[in-house]
């Protein structure tokens, strides 16, 4: 069986992604590029005689990069090896994406487009002239991916093409570029004897001078002769070789444009341009902005929360019971049964049963940037966040950090240029997560019961304020002059299916998972181990875990809890902030229950299993009860089991300021690692995860200072 | 010759030439804003920024700043 490798490539929004989903079907395998986490998807099928290996390349307006993404494109097409490219084409939008083809065709492979969405250029009126692909040379099919139209002629034709080695035509440039074109042909070919095949792309990417391509190649090109043509270029038409290349480049996409597109001469304004006067218009746009993001919140926290405890319940109740006596039956060592119980099932447990808030949330924002939404919340939206040195785009990651800063890292995808994607992860972890939650709702029992809304709405302002605040700071001093410009397409509004849907939330949502069984296992049996060494201590006092408490409490007294026991806390927050509490409750929690000698616990699978369906029954009560109600249910703090007991411990050992002041900090220092993980694969650098660290707990230290001070003089 | 950042919204322009930093030039002019396309501006973003135009027949959206750097000529 003949393999044939096609490199699969579009511009942004041209249903790629559909047209992959629907080609490959259950082969869909995804990984990362080498290097980057820019996700590369991957399919191999069976076709007649032929194995079909597509590679899926990130979304480019161009082989001149400007984005991560588009560099990936630019040099997988001029450094591997491969068969065929398959070009996705939004065919409503066929003069820009024309402008990428000619590109592609220089590169003189053999090329397929996928003439995409092609039920909508019916629906416009337009006529495409079956003849675009024999005045190109390649073969053009008609496709409409969400309906899975056009597949089987598509795969007909990348066989074709790669069987007859049908190579595009090779367009007229012109002569004053198709002598210098010459020129560098000749001198190549003296300077790199050994080099068999020079395509038009690699001469055209020498004239446009990209050096970081060449050196990539291992081609040797003498700059002065280069200098000399630009010199000419900018005599004759007074701009550079590669400003003039481009002005070509696009007349021949226009020229093919005008060819074969037969449009309605009187242009009907459009299903998006009608809703558009609406959703961006002056007195609406921002309103509707407003509900469209409280709806997308109330459902991925209110709809989702419920499951949570459900999951909760099922890991940290039932399946550690279970596991628990099959310990016993076993007569596993105390140290054991303790380190899979509390350390791997305990922690991992716990992370994992966040998997319904995280799934909502990515489902949210897929379901925002497959509908064509997400652009136009940034077009809104932009001229706030640039007053902070952030951009339009910026805006979805924050709001999403109010439930988990984590989606949130990801959500920085959508930010092209690599200094505000930085930026923005980077004041993502001073928006209040839900993992907080817990840390407040103990301390305002404790200490502000009177006026438990006034002081969670002040903390949220208060992250909300730092965060732009240390944002506007780091532009200024770190990430300097590096406001990109905001050029975005605002593409037509789209249903995505529901398979779509679920395809890229699953492909999010991956990434979660996989770390909490690798990374938050690892940091929880550390935890566990500090707790628990040198083994069995009499107090927690002695431990590990208060030795090193006791070692960092100094650097808390100015803040007003300068105790080893709640520095301790805050160190175990590190993996995730839900340990604060837990934490705080092991180390007072002296009047409390003794785990697993009070009550025998029964096992019969037949009770668990009721228990398990009559709380699922109940927390999908409880999520449509919550979805019933205007505000945002969950996020009314509730005192968590484990902390109830010990809120007389707490005032005697806080007071309000101090309480208040611990609040603060658990709020603004460094969220988890969970997020450090996160911006570490997204980024590469642990570098950049380090100064994050660092600057979250420098930041946190002198705001809670200042917060500390101020209330003891109203307190 | 104005610029795009002076035109009203509804006005039709024939764009003459993008100047600014090298790079920013290059993405608009990829975008499709090349000397002598005809575009139309057809919204400004409720809080005054950016602009919403339609350029060979789709919809781009680009901040005033950026709409400095392109000069047009205003189209009857």
Request: aromatic fraction near 10%.
């Given at each position: 069986?003949?393999?044939?490798?096609?490199?699969?490539?579009?511009?942004?929004?041209?249903?790629?992604?559909?047209?992959?989903?629907?080609?490959?079907?259950?082969?869909?395998?995804?990984?990362?590029?080498?290097?980057?986490?820019?996700?590369?998807?991957?399919?191999?099928?069976?076709?007649?005689?032929?194995?079909?290996?597509?590679?899926?390349?990130?979304?480019?307006?161009?082989?001149?990069?400007?984005?991560?993404?588009?560099?990936?494109?630019?040099?997988?097409?001029?450094?591997e090896?491969?068969?065929?490219?398959?070009?996705?084409?939004?065919?409503?939008?066929?003069?820009?994406?024309?402008?990428?083809?000619?590109q592609?065709?220089?590169?003189?492979?053999?090329?397929?487009?996928?003439?995409?969405?092609?039920?909508?250029?019916?629906?416009?009126?337009?006529?495409?002239?079956?003849?675009?692909?024999?005045?190109?040379?390649?073969?053009?099919?008609?496709?409409v991916a969400?309906?899975?139209?056009?597949?089987?002629?598509?795969k007909?034709?990348?066989?074709?093409?790669?069987?007859?080695?049908?190579?595009?035509?090779?367009?007229?440039?012109?002569?004053?570029?198709?002598?210098?074109?010459?020129?560098?042909v000749?001198?190549?070919?003296?300077?790199?004897?050994?080099?068999?095949?020079?395509?038009l792309?690699?001469?055209?990417?020498?004239?446009?001078?990209?050096e970081?391509?060449?050196?990539?190649?291992?081609?040797?090109?003498?700059?002065?002769?280069?200098?000399?043509?630009?010199?000419?270029?900018?005599?004759?038409?007074?701009?550079?070789?590669?400003?003039?290349?481009?002005?070509?480049?696009?007349?021949?996409?226009t020229?093919?444009?005008?060819?074969?597109?037969?449009?309605?001469?009187?242009?009907?304004?459009?299903?998006?341009?009608?809703?558009?006067r609406?959703?961006?218009?002056?007195?609406?746009?921002?309103?509707?902005?407003?509900?469209?993001?409280?709806?997308?919140?109330?459902?991925?926290?209110?709809?989702?929360?419920?499951?949570?405890?459900?999951?909760?319940?099922?890991?940290?109740?039932?399946?550690?019971?279970?596991?628990?006596?099959?310990?016993?039956?076993?007569?596993?060592?105390?140290?054991?049964?303790?380190?899979?119980?509390?350390?791997?099932?305990?922690?991992?447990?716990?992370?994992?049963?966040?998997?319904?808030?995280i799934?909502?949330?990515?489902?949210?924002?897929?379901?925002?940037?497959?509908?064509?939404?997400?652009?136009?919340?940034?077009?809104?939206?932009?001229?706030?966040?640039?007053?902070?040195?952030?951009?339009?785009?910026?805006?979805?990651?924050?709001?999403?950090?109010f439930?988990?800063?984590?989606?949130?890292?990801?959500?920085?995808?959508?930010?092209?240029?690599?200094?505000?994607?930085?930026?923005?992860?980077?004041?993502?972890?001073?928006?209040?997560?839900?993992?907080?939650?817990?840390?407040?709702?103990?301390?305002?029992?404790?200490?502000?019961?009177?006026?438990?809304?006034?002081?969670?709405?002040?903390?949220?302002?208060?992250?909300?304020?730092?965060?732009?605040?240390v944002?506007?700071?780091?532009?200024?001093?770190?990430?300097?002059?590096?406001?990109?410009?905001?050029?975005?397409?605002l593409?037509?509004?789209?249903?995505?299916?529901?398979?779509?849907?679920?395809?890229?939330?699953w492909?999010?949502l991956?990434?979660?998972?996989?770390?909490?069984?690798?990374?938050?296992?690892?940091?929880n049996?550390?935890?566990?181990?500090?707790?628990?060494?040198?083994?069995?201590?009499e107090?927690?006092?002695?431990?590990?875990?208060?030795?090193v408490?006791?070692?960092?409490?100094?650097?808390?007294?100015?803040?007003?809890?300068?105790?080893?026991?709640?520095?301790?806390?805050?160190?175990?927050?590190?993996?995730?902030?839900?340990?604060?509490?837990?934490?705080?409750?092991?180390?007072?929690?002296?009047?409390?229950?003794?785990?697993?000698?009070?009550e025998?616990?029964?096992?019969?699978?037949?009770?668990d299993?009721?228990?398990?369906?009559?709380?699922?029954?109940?927390?999908?009560?409880?999520?449509?009860?919550?979805?019933?109600?205007?505000?945002?249910?969950?996020?009314?703090?509730?005192?968590?089991?484990?902390g109830?007991?010990?809120?007389?411990?707490?005032?005697?050992?806080?007071?309000?300021?101090?309480?208040?002041?611990?609040?603060?900090?658990?709020?603004?220092?460094?969220?988890?690692?969970?997020?450090?993980?996160?911006?570490?694969?997204?980024?590469?650098?642990?570098?950049?995860v380090l100064?994050i660290?660092l600057?979250?707990l420098?930041?946190?230290?002198?705001?809670?200072?200042?917060?500390?001070?101020?209330?003891?003089?109203?307190? | 010759?104005?610029?795009?950042?002076?035109?009203?919204?509804?006005?039709?322009?024939?764009?003459?030439?993008?100047?600014?930093?090298?790079?920013?030039?290059?993405?608009?002019?990829?975008?499709?804003?090349?000397?002598?396309?005809?575009?139309?501006?057809?919204?400004?973003?409720?809080?005054?920024?950016?602009?919403?135009?339609?350029?060979?027949?789709?919809?781009?959206?680009?901040?005033?700043?950026?709409g400095?750097?392109?000069?047009?000529?205003?189209?009857?």
């Open positions: 069986m003949k393999e044939i490798k096609i490199a699969v490539v579009g511009n942004p929004n041209t249903g790629k992604s559909s047209l992959i989903n629907a080609i490959a079907k259950a082969n869909l395998r995804v990984g990362n590029w080498p290097g980057v986490t820019v996700e590369k998807k991957e399919a191999r099928l069976s076709y007649k005689d032929y194995s079909l290996y597509f590679i899926d390349l990130p979304g480019a307006y161009s082989l001149t990069p400007y984005t991560i993404d588009e560099e990936i494109a630019r040099d997988f097409l001029f450094l090896d491969y068969d065929v490219i398959l070009c996705v084409v939004d065919t409503t939008n066929l003069e820009r994406n024309l402008y990428f083809v000619v592609l065709m220089e590169l003189e492979k053999p090329l397929v487009l996928a003439l995409n969405m092609f039920d909508e250029v019916k629906k416009l009126g337009y006529k495409v002239d079956p003849a675009l692909g024999a005045i190109l040379g390649v073969k053009a099919i008609p496709t969400v309906r899975e139209q056009g597949i089987e002629e598509l007909n034709a990348l066989v074709e093409v790669f069987e007859k080695k049908l190579i595009p035509h090779r367009l007229a440039y012109g002569e004053d570029l198709e002598v210098l074109v010459e020129k560098v000749n001198h190549l070919k003296a300077s790199n004897p050994d080099v068999e095949k020079i395509s792309g690699v001469v055209f990417k020498i004239l446009e001078g990209d970081k391509l060449l050196e990539k190649l291992n081609l040797k090109f003498d700059k002065s002769e280069l200098e000399e043509m630009s010199a000419h270029i900018r005599k004759v038409h007074g701009m550079e070789i590669s400003d003039f290349l481009l002005d070509v480049r696009y007349g021949l996409a020229g093919i444009a005008r060819k074969v597109l037969q449009r309605p001469e009187i242009r009907r304004r459009t299903f998006t341009e009608r809703v558009d609406v959703i961006l218009s002056r007195g609406l746009g921002i309103p509707i902005f407003l509900v469209v993001m409280w709806l997308a919140f109330k459902i991925s926290f209110d709809v989702a929360y419920p499951y949570v405890d459900f999951l909760d319940k099922a890991i940290n109740e039932i399946f550690k019971k279970w596991v628990e006596s099959g310990f016993k039956s076993l007569s596993a060592p105390d140290w054991l049964s303790s380190l899979i119980l509390d350390g791997v099932i305990g922690g991992v447990g716990t992370v994992l049963s966040f998997v319904p808030v799934g909502m949330v990515m489902l949210m924002v897929t379901l925002l940037e497959a509908s064509g939404y997400m652009a136009r919340a940034a077009f809104l939206m932009d001229r706030v966040m640039r007053s902070f040195g952030l951009q339009g785009k910026a805006f979805i990651p924050l709001i999403m950090g439930g988990c800063n984590v989606p949130s890292v990801y959500a920085c995808r959508t930010l092209d240029h690599e200094h505000e994607r930085k930026l923005t992860m980077f004041v993502v972890p001073f928006m209040s997560c839900g993992a907080r939650l817990p840390v407040y709702a103990l301390f305002v029992s404790a200490f502000f019961a009177n006026h438990p809304a006034e002081v969670l709405l002040f903390l949220y302002v208060l992250g909300i304020g730092v965060s732009l605040l944002a506007t700071v780091l532009h200024k001093f770190y990430f300097k002059g590096t406001g990109g410009p905001f050029i975005m397409e593409p037509p509004y789209r249903f995505p299916t529901l398979k779509n849907l679920a395809i890229h939330t492909l999010k991956r990434h979660f998972v996989v770390k909490a069984g690798t990374w938050i296992l690892v940091v049996v550390i935890v566990w181990m500090m707790l628990n060494l040198p083994w069995k201590p107090k927690p006092e002695d431990s590990l875990l208060g030795k408490g006791h070692l960092i409490a100094p650097v808390f007294k100015p803040l007003g809890f300068g105790d080893w026991a709640s520095s301790a806390s805050l160190l175990t927050g590190f993996p995730a902030k839900e340990v604060v509490v837990s934490t705080m409750a092991q180390i007072y929690g002296s009047g409390g229950k003794e785990e697993g000698e009070g025998e616990k029964t096992l019969s699978f037949k009770n299993l009721k228990d398990l369906i009559l709380t699922f029954a109940g927390k999908t009560k409880e999520a449509v009860l919550n979805f019933s109600t205007l505000r945002i249910a969950t996020l009314s703090a509730e005192v968590p089991e484990e109830k007991g010990i809120l007389s411990e707490l005032r005697s050992r806080f007071t309000p300021a101090s309480a208040l002041s611990f609040m603060v900090f658990t709020l603004l220092y460094f969220p988890c690692m969970v997020y450090a993980m996160t911006v570490k694969s997204e980024t590469g650098a642990y570098k950049f100064q660290v600057v979250t420098v930041a946190a230290w002198i705001v809670t200072f200042l917060v500390y001070h101020f209330a003891k003089l109203i307190f | 010759m104005p610029k795009l950042s002076e035109i009203k919204v509804g006005q039709r322009v024939r764009v003459l030439s993008v100047e600014g930093s090298p790079q920013v030039k290059q993405r608009v002019k990829e975008m499709g804003i090349t000397p002598g396309v005809e575009l139309q501006v057809v919204r400004v973003a409720p809080l005054g920024d950016p602009v919403d135009v339609v350029v060979r027949d789709y919809h781009l959206s680009l901040r005033r700043s950026e400095e750097s392109i000069v047009v000529e205003v189209l009857a």
